[in-house]
């Protein structure tokens, strides 16, 4: 314990022994007055605050393992409103094909059904949830303690621990963000409804054909744009969390808020931070879907793939079969304008996406599309970032019971 630790603690103590007349008091009531009733909250508050400071921490790896597995159930979950987000987002349509969230998730079940086309893109997501969020609460929890115990104000901390923990695990799950982004965009292999660019097997066939044609860091395309979206969104989710969290056990007076406000407290803070960050998200979902343009001078451009000499953008048939569709996608990048999906020429105004820059990504979106572009999918982004926060940290918070509990008999049953 550091020396700024040892000295708050002996004030604590003190405020904790100050305080303790205020517990033996009689209960108050409403007739007793303000006055009385506002000074015994106060002494209800302060033993809260005195019981959270004196809370014993969790041991790394039961708090790796609990946020992992709530982290995974929560993004499996909520999967299916992803896609629809994702669809919102990427869909390169003006008018936009996919508007709202009930009718999105109608029409993607009815045309694609249920695991190819809601459930597109789950395996990776899978793969990359379970050892991200591993990461993400080992990092988060070693930086917060650290913080704290440095003398640093515990909102700082909470905002620092977000940030660099999910830098850590950004190496983990941006790849398997943008298979699944890509997936989840195709929808069906040889999609008759919904013509994204992409037409992908299945998750090998997306991996081998991302780095044959591309290269092996366009899984880590839109790793800035992903960084930009994820750093501050982590950060005030839980700062967001942690204040709230406070808030609650001040207004109880106990460790044990109940599943109630936990639930409410998870889901807001996950909310509002999903509401706040949806322009990074639009734009990393953007950058993500895109394909890189083919290099004049590398050995992976669409023509020396195939073989076939890549023409230069005209315009498609009206009515083009899908492996016309496919070929074409192999030699245009993915335009981030809304144009229709019968030409690969954008419509006046519309630039192409040949940048990897969020800011100026930003722009863009707002030239061709306003201040709408910008909060695309928020209704089921929002949504589906208060249910899965909402499930991710109350499953967190179990886990972390019943692993204490389960560490509690170990120790009692090992021999003296």
């Known amino acids: 314990m550091s020396v700024t630790s040892r000295v708050y603690s002996l004030f604590s103590t ?20 303000i006055t009385e009733f506002g000074a015994a909250r106060g002494g209800r508050q302060e033993e809260a605050l005195d019981m959270e400071n004196e809370e014993p921490r969790p041991p790394y790896l039961h708090a790796m393992l609990a946020g992992g597995t709530g982290g995974t159930c929560g993004d499996m979950l909520m999967h299916s409103l ?37 459930y597109g893109g789950v395996t990776p997501a899978a793969l990359g949830s379970f050892p991200g969020t591993v990461i993400f609460f080992g990092c988060y929890e070693f930086t917060k303690r650290a913080m704290i115990d440095a003398g640093i104000n515990q909102n700082i901390a909470y905002l620092s621990g977000g940030f660099f923990a999910d830098l850590a695990a950004s190496i983990v799950y941006v790849p398997s963000e943008v298979l ?33 044609r591309e290269g092996f860091s366009a899984l880590y395309h839109g790793y800035k744009a992903t960084i930009y979206r994820d750093l501050p969104f982590s950060a005030l989710q839980f700062a967001f969390y942690e204040q709230e969290q406070n808030l609650a056990k001040q207004w109880v007076g106990q460790r044990d ?28 979902t953007r950058i993500q879907t895109q394909q890189n343009p083919p290099s004049k001078s590398s050995g992976r451009s669409g023509s020396k793939c195939t073989g076939d000499h890549v023409p230069k953008e005209s315009p498609r048939p009206h009515a083009p079969t899908s492996s016309q569709a496919h070929q074409s996608s192999r030699a245009h990048s993915r335009p981030i304008s809304t144009s229709s999906p019968s030409t690969s020429v954008s419509p006046p105004g519309a630039p192409r996406l040949d940048t990897s820059s969020v800011f100026t990504g930003l722009k863009m979106i707002y030239r061709t599309e306003g201040f709408a572009g910008w909060f695309r999918g928020v209704g089921p982004r929002g949504v589906w970032t208060s249910i ?29």
């Not at 508007?99 to 999105?104: G, K």
């Not at 982004?181 to 066939?205: I, K, V, W």
């Not at 639930?263 to 999903?274: D, P, S």
Request: charged share 15%.
């Open 257 to 284: 808020i109940g599943l109630g406000l936990e639930i409410l407290t998870a889901a807001t803070a996950g909310g509002m931070a999903g509401v706040i960050t949806c322009p990074l998200d639009v734009v990393k």
């Open 82 to 118: 992803d896609t629809v987000k994702t669809r919102q987002q990427g869909d390169p349509n003006i008018p936009p094909r996919y508007t709202s969230m009930t009718a999105s998730y109608a029409t993607i079940y009815r045309q694609e059904g249920f695991f190819r086309g809601l």
């Open 180 to 212: 699944k982004t890509r997936l989840q965009l195709q929808g069906r292999y040889n999609n008759p409804h919904f013509n994204s660019g992409y037409n992908y097997r299945g998750l090998t066939d997306a991996f081998r054909t991302i780095v044959r």
């Open 14 to 33: 003190t405020a904790h022994s100050d305080s303790s007349t205020t517990a033996h008091a009689p209960t108050p009531t409403w007739d007793n007055g």
């Open 388 to 416: 899965q926060s909402g499930t991710m940290l109350v499953m967190y918070q179990y886990l972390l019971k019943q692993l204490e509990v389960y560490q509690s008999h170990l120790d009692s049953d090992r021999p003296l």
